[in-house]
């Protein structure tokens, strides 16, 4: 049985977890950590937990024996900290991304986690998506050839995040694209809006990256819509058949008396359980695949080619 | 956006020559078929080849009109209104001068030219002449109406980024990779001519042109119209992905293009002729804008209707279009600039703008830079 740690996650994520782990054999989440006590009482409600605390160094000075990984969700500041701290203790991490605010942050949580030598897995909700899966999967077997042009889009609510997260969030974008394309771009374009001037990050971040054999990607990252919902989307023209995931975010018709309405058929709870499944087995399995990590460092180098291209209001070169 | 039709309208006002029928002949046919418009003759330059001569003829026979192998003559002859214009792309921007010269209205199929310096003469004879021209657009498309409209009304705010998916699925010729080693460069009118009998041959003429050249005025004039915007600065990625022909002779058939625009605006647009195999209808077309107060997605193809058969042909669109007016609406519209002396949906001066953008990102797509708009 493999025992979680919930660390610093919202109660719907908690809410989640609770669904992915009814899906799935020898795994159950046995603590949580959250420093808001009302977030962390909601959380442990709903997953049933015995064991509880405001930080994480608290639960592990407690209760270590409780538990064998730990989900590490919250700031993106805080989460190499607790990543090194949950390594430190020999316990496996899932690390939510982005799982750094920076490369040299993410290169001592991979040197931590080695030196412990517990399993370190970054969880991307885009790779695990099940429509993005399913795209790479036809791509990997085969059916659509060669990668010609990947196009994303990820907007999200004004009040999603902290600071940076645009570009927290056009990292994942970057990590995505790299993974989709085997390899690394050799060109990069920036371009931004940005109009909410109480806000030192750009409102909007456009990535159009140039990579060997004629492929290319457009990236769009925006957080300016109103409301609540995310919308994510992508497609992958290649050069023998494409993919599209839907691109009006698999909404339905709600027909009510006063309005229409779209609602999402969400793949939430499936991307989380595939995430979980992957983490049980390389902790079973005592394995870390080696392009993960990987994938995370050259999403950095991105991120700033992507800043130089900003400055310089020019497409970089990036290194073969 | 147009209004309703003229109910007034019972008989046509303007006497209409299609100038040259070289391509699909969907420009000419709606001409034709609004009820305003009276399309009375054919007519092209006895120079042109042979093959050239038979479509016309064809055309002409099938409306029962004359064919008259001489513009200037049959514009003057017939006591032309409105010149329908839909030949080679390069000869395009010289018949429609021709036609301006004469005082003659002009609807000219896309794309404009091939060369921005073609478009600056239109221009010129256009405006001295004081005749209305219309590019050929879809921006009367019911979702780019509706597109539109919402923007307009402020559902979401100010825009401030757009992005148009463009691809249309047919095949080109022979899949790339497919010719052999010693066998010659495949010759790219020769293709287009052969593409004539499914109608994808929106490429024809002598010079080659890429899917940016072919198409990219619709998805540009998409974005001009929802933004109000002009593009200032371009970078492309360009590739020869999929057909023998466009690598063959140099031109893209995949592209992708970041545009940065008046008034702070960013876009971009990715376009291809990507296969029959990548989609099962005629394409995939998306409009995505970013406002200041929310933001809009549109599939463009809606309203459509999905038909299936047993027996269905492979190559048959399984998802039809319906409800879909543009092209009366782009007449009913033209008729109304003549009327009231009113500017177009896509005048001169837009069209060249929008040929200006496509070859700066040709040309970005072969230096690897950011190019200005000329």
């Known amino acids: ?320 | 956006m147009p209004d309703s039709a003229n109910l007034q309208a019972d008989r046509p006002a303007y006497r209409a020559a299609a100038v040259s029928v070289v391509k699909h002949d969907y420009l000419a046919k709606a001409v034709a078929a609004h009820p305003q418009f009276e399309l009375v003759v054919v007519a092209d330059d006895p120079t042109v080849p042979d093959w050239i001569h038979a479509r016309n003829q064809l055309f002409a026979d099938q409306n029962r009109i004359p064919y008259i192998r001489d513009v200037e003559r049959a514009l003057r002859d017939y006591d032309i209104d409105v010149a329908a214009v839909s030949s080679e792309a390069e000869r395009h921007c010289d018949l429609s001068i021709r036609a301006a010269n004469l005082g003659v209205h002009i609807v000219q199929d896309k794309p404009m030219s091939t060369r921005v310096s073609e478009c600056d003469r239109l221009i010129e004879a256009v405006e001295r002449n004081d005749v209305k021209f219309l590019l050929w657009n879809r921006n009367l498309l019911p979702a780019v109406i509706h597109a539109t409209e919402l923007i307009r009304s402020g559902e979401i705010g100010e825009p401030y980024a757009v992005h148009i998916d463009f691809y249309f699925s047919k095949d080109a010729g022979p899949p790339k990779g497919s010719r052999r080693p010693g066998e010659p460069p495949l010759n790219w009118l020769e293709l287009q001519k052969i593409a004539h009998a499914d109608g994808s041959d929106g490429g024809v003429g002598v010079e080659p042109m890429g899917e940016l050249r072919v198409e990219g005025i619709y998805p540009l004039a998409y974005i001009t119209q929802l933004t109000g915007q002009a593009f200032e600065r371009v970078f492309a990625r360009t590739a020869a992905m999929f057909h023998q022909g466009h690598a063959d002779n140099d031109v893209d058939d995949l592209a992708t293009v970041s545009l940065e625009m008046t008034g702070g605006v960013v876009g971009t647009l990715a376009i291809g002729r990507i296969g029959a195999a990548s989609h099962p209808d005629i394409g995939e077309i998306k409009i995505s804008v970013l406002g200041r107060d929310g933001a809009l997605v549109v599939a463009e193809a809606r309203p459509e209707v999905g038909v299936y058969y047993r027996g269905q042909p492979e190559k048959e669109f399984r998802h039809r279009r319906v409800a879909n007016e543009n092209d009366f609406l782009l007449m009913d519209h033209f008729a109304r600039a003549i009327e009231t002396n009113g500017d177009t949906l896509l005048n001169a001066r837009t069209g060249r703008m929008i040929t200006a953008t496509v070859e700066a990102a040709i040309r970005s797509g072969k230096s690897g830079s950011v190019e200005v708009v000329e």
């Open chain 1, 1 to 320: 049985m493999l025992r979680l740690a919930l660390v610093d996650a919202y109660s719907d994520t908690s809410v989640d977890t609770v669904q992915a782990l009814r899906r799935l054999r020898g795994v159950t989440c046995t603590a949580v950590v959250h420093a808001d006590a009302d977030i962390r009482q909601q959380s442990a409600d709903e997953l049933q937990t015995v064991y509880q605390s405001a930080s994480l160094a608290d639960l592990l000075s407690k209760h270590a024996d409780e538990f064998d990984a730990v989900i590490i969700h919250g700031s993106v500041a805080s989460r190499a900290k607790q990543a090194r701290q949950a390594a430190s203790t020999g316990k496996n991490v899932l690390l939510a991304g982005p799982p750094a605010i920076n490369r040299d942050e993410l290169q001592s949580v991979s040197e931590a986690c080695r030196a412990a030598d517990v399993r370190l897995m970054i969880a991307s909700a885009l790779r695990c998506r099940p429509s993005i899966a399913a795209l790479k999967a036809a791509l990997d077997s085969g059916k659509l050839g060669l990668p010609g042009l990947l196009r994303c889009h990820a907007w999200y609510p004004q009040t999603a995040g902290e600071d940076d997260f645009s570009w927290m969030s056009a990292m994942r974008l970057l990590e995505l694209a790299v993974w989709i394309f085997g390899k690394s771009p050799t060109e990069l374009f920036a371009t931004t809006n940005q109009f909410s001037h109480d806000a030192a990050w750009p409102d909007y971040i456009q990535l159009h990256l140039g990579f060997p054999d004629h492929g290319m990607a457009l990236l769009s990252s925006a957080t300016t819509l109103p409301g609540t919902a995310a919308y994510e989307t992508v497609s992958l023209i290649g050069s023998t058949g494409a993919a599209y995931a839907d691109d009006h975010a698999q909404q339905q018709l709600l027909l009510r008396s006063q309005s229409t309405a779209a609602v999402q058929s969400g793949e939430r709870i499936p991307t989380l359980v595939a995430q979980l499944r992957e983490f049980q087995h390389r902790v079973t399995e005592r394995r870390d695949p080696p392009g993960e990590i990987k994938l995370s460092f050259a999403a950095f180098d991105l991120l700033a080619a992507a800043r130089q291209s900003l400055a310089e209001k020019q497409p970089i070169r990036l290194g073969k």
